[in-house]
């Protein structure tokens, strides 16, 4: 019964262990709409297979085909040009977990060393070009496998292939995405009705954090800096103590079922300042013009650019250069850190890509500021999927 | 993304404990005639690089570029705007950002000359990142080399011990409240991130999952500094089943077996005679892995079921059991291991169960 450092898809376990979940008729339509829109941008490639492979710290292609949350340290999702997916995963709770779910009903547990089962799929298809997504990160041990199950096989990159499937949402994805704004909403209450004088940044992190496990989210994005207008930008949390008059910002993202939504905001231990106001007045009309560009169409540069051109107009377009900040907003979705908005990004947004209009800087009016919503690209504009209030908030401690 | 706490504290973790790690490598890296060692890391997996400087990959990527001599230079994707903080959190001075790290790797080393650089643990780097700084370092011997820093961090220090006692003990409390009472799955795991993260915990992955009659496991990993303690635990009353108290007295029984030298095979041997009581067609995993691996559960390490514990290590010993229905449940602790018994550091009753019945031997 039992065995030692040893773990493998165990003839013991199969039966109901691998019995597939039955799926529900809207899963199923959105199963196979993925299938049929990666398909199709596969054979506008040349593809005759597409790998998704999932790092710990990248799973969003293989989630996009399984719809299952993953444990496993390296994970695959096998699309062929024709014929049913298969998924593997380094961590045998994956394999169950996928099967019962129903989106792929043939997984297998591989050794990272030695991915036996991988190799025998890939030899078995042999395909003559095959696309992996997140090529770039596939570990060495991981490459050699692949690669000499398919030796004559050519092998590229479908990492940018996987960014453009996903970058539209469906009806389905904005359901979901809708549900982890509520949760974001949450966790952005629990932050500020955490703020006290005397509270060090990682317990803030705490409270949050504990606040959408609660509500179910599976993990979280979350930077945080806190002090005065000497704050140059956000990281991990440090073991400063709050102090009144302090503006704490944050950029918290978490991730329910799969899809990530991220909020944006700052708020005064206390009062604000007069200065802290001013900030958040400039930085609003940044994130009010990016919303004014907002449709179908237009490029991620056009965004960037709207929400630079305040800047610009005060006086304060040094401060939207990388010496000082990163992007203006991004994509959101399986990711979220999908497209950049940034000047000189020219992809273009379609209708139901969700992004973030954020414009966080520094400025030396009150230091880094961080405001932004997340939006959905509609024909009418864009529309902002989450309730909180876009306002300068202030803590109830500390007054 | 890691979240919580990053700290360098001399306190803690002295500065001629950090000179000496690097020393170590650089030791190993004139042995084998290396002029500059690269250590890559990911946010999932940059444990190598926080041992070396206390630095936290919190997200994306990095390469830690060790001279033979002199101090690293860390290299990442991150934004330039993160350098301060990297500095006053971690022992490096020398940070540069960019977009490709095989751009920065080519303008830090420059022409070779005929020099040697070495790739470690270059089985785990991404093929194509290798492939490219190999590529642009002409006049460089680019060698592939094994787990330089891994092989050091097997063994913690009696500082590493510390903290690694001092986060087991939050653990272990955070988890035994999380298996108390509590309304559902997500309060469970709402428990252990409030408990772990207000603790100062670095990085938390607390997972809850239904086992058959009732029962919940937890599965609790957490960095604290940049050590990793675990333990699983089952939650409920089991409305009066037998099998998840023989679950916690086979994983007491592999705890008392883990000692210098014992292998997987010791402990599934110790932990069988409670296991008889599962259901018919039940699988059963036991395993162990050093806290060194942890990041990645061990996956990424070849190990064997006659591999030796070692003296002094850190590990985390754990049943599996997959159930005819498709359902699974686990048991886990950290253990200490020494030379003829382990001390459990995240329930140290079992320790004291197991010394009661070796006789009262200390060993370790």
Request: charged residues 20%; proline residues 6%.
């Amino acid at each position: 019964m039992t065995t030692a450092n040893h773990r493998s898809d165990t003839p013991g376990s199969a039966g109901q262990h691998r019995t597939p979940g039955k799926l529900a008729p809207q899963d199923a339509s959105e199963a196979a709409s993925r299938h049929r829109r990666i398909r199709e941008a596969m054979a506008a490639q040349g593809l005759d297979g597409l790998l998704a492979f999932g790092p710990g710290w990248r799973r969003e292609n293989v989630r996009y085909l399984t719809d299952t949350a993953l444990a496993g340290s390296a994970a695959f999702a096998l699309l062929p040009a024709q014929g049913e997916p298969s998924a593997f995963s380094t961590r045998w709770q994956d394999t169950g977990s996928i099967i019962r779910h129903g989106w792929i009903t043939d997984a297998h547990f591989i050794d990272a060393r030695e991915p036996a089962a991988l190799a025998d799929r890939l030899r078995e298809m042999a395909p003559r070009r095959l696309g992996i997504a997140h090529y770039e990160l596939l570990p060495a041990v991981l490459m050699e496998s692949v690669s000499g199950a398919v030796p004559g096989a050519e092998v590229v990159s479908a990492t940018a292939l996987m960014d453009g499937v996903r970058l539209a949402k469906s009806d389905w994805e904005i359901d979901r995405m809708r549900r982890t704004a509520e949760v974001c909403a949450a966790g952005w209450q629990a932050f500020v009705g955490a703020l006290e004088p005397g509270l060090p940044e990682y317990g803030i992190v705490a409270a949050v954090e504990e606040e959408i496990k609660r509500l179910g989210a599976e993990d979280n994005f979350m930077l945080i800096a806190s002090g005065g207008d000497e704050v140059r930008g956000m990281t991990a949390p440090s073991p400063r103590s709050l102090e009144r008059g302090d503006m704490v910002r944050t950029e918290l993202t978490p991730q329910l079922d799969g899809y990530w939504l991220q909020l944006c905001r700052s708020a005064v231990v206390g009062k604000a300042s007069d200065a802290q106001r001013r900030s958040f007045d400039l930085f609003n009309e940044a994130v009010e013009a990016g919303m004014a560009a907002v449709r179908p169409g237009v490029t991620a540069h056009d965004v960037a650019a709207a929400e630079n051109d305040v800047f610009r107009r005060h006086g304060y377009g040094e401060y939207c250069t990388s010496q000082y900040t990163r992007v203006r907003g991004h994509g959101h979705g399986l990711h979220f850190d999908e497209t950049p908005v940034i000047e000189g990004n020219e992809t273009v947004l379609p209708e139901n890509a969700v992004l973030i209009i954020h414009p966080n800087t520094y400025t030396p009016i009150a230091g880094y500021h961080v405001l932004g919503d997340p939006v959905r690209v509609t024909k009418e504009g864009p529309e902002v999927l989450i309730s909180t209030e876009r306002r300068l908030f202030e803590s109830a401690e500390g007054t | 993304m890691k979240r919580g706490l990053v700290v360098l504290d001399p306190a803690e973790i002295s500065g001629r404990e950090w000179q000496q790690r690097l020393a170590v490598l650089q030791r190993a890296m004139a042995a084998s005639r290396i002029d500059t060692a690269l250590v890559y890391g990911d946010v999932s997996r940059a444990d190598d690089i926080a041992y070396l400087t206390n630095l936290c990959v919190y997200w994306n990527e990095g390469i830690l570029a060790v001279p033979a001599q002199g101090d690293p230079v860390f290299l990442t994707k991150l934004s330039p705007r993160v350098h301060p903080w990297m500095r006053q959190v971690s022992t490096v001075t020398d940070l540069r950002s960019g977009p490709s790290l095989g751009k920065l790797v080519a303008d830090l080393l420059g022409p070779g000359n005929g020099r040697t650089a070495g790739i470690v643990d270059a089985d785990l780097w991404p093929a194509v990142l290798s492939e490219e700084i190999s590529a642009g370092l002409p006049g460089w011997e680019v060698r592939k080399l094994g787990g330089l820093v891994r092989e050091q961090r097997v063994t913690p220090s009696p500082a590493e011990l510390v903290l690694l006692r001092r986060g087991a003990g939050i653990l272990a409390a955070a988890a035994g409240k999380a298996a108390g009472e509590q309304p559902d799955a997500n309060a469970r795991i709402a428990v252990i991130e409030r408990e772990l993260r207000g603790a100062g915990f670095l990085d938390v992955v607390a997972r809850a999952a239904d086992a058959p009659d009732g029962i919940v496991t937890l599965r609790v990993s957490g960095q604290f500094r940049t050590g990793w303690l675990h333990a699983s635990r089952l939650a409920g009353d089991g409305n009066g089943t037998s099998w998840p108290d023989a679950m916690r007295q086979a994983i007491g029984g592999a705890v008392t077996a883990a000692s210098a030298g014992a292998c997987g095979e010791r402990l599934s041997e110790a932990a069988r005679p409670a296991l008889s009581v599962l259901p018919p067609g039940t699988a059963v995993d036991v395993r162990w892995v050093n806290q060194a691996d942890m990041a990645t559960s061990g996956e990424y390490q070849p190990y064997s079921p006659d591999l030796p514990m070692t003296q002094g290590s850190v590990a985390v010993i754990g049943i599996e059991a997959r159930f005819p229905d498709g359902a699974d449940a686990a048991v886990a602790e950290t253990v200490l291991i020494g030379t003829d018994r382990a001390e459990c550091l995240t329930d140290p009753m079992l320790t004291a169960i197991g010394t009661a019945a070796s006789g009262g031997r200390a060993g370790s």
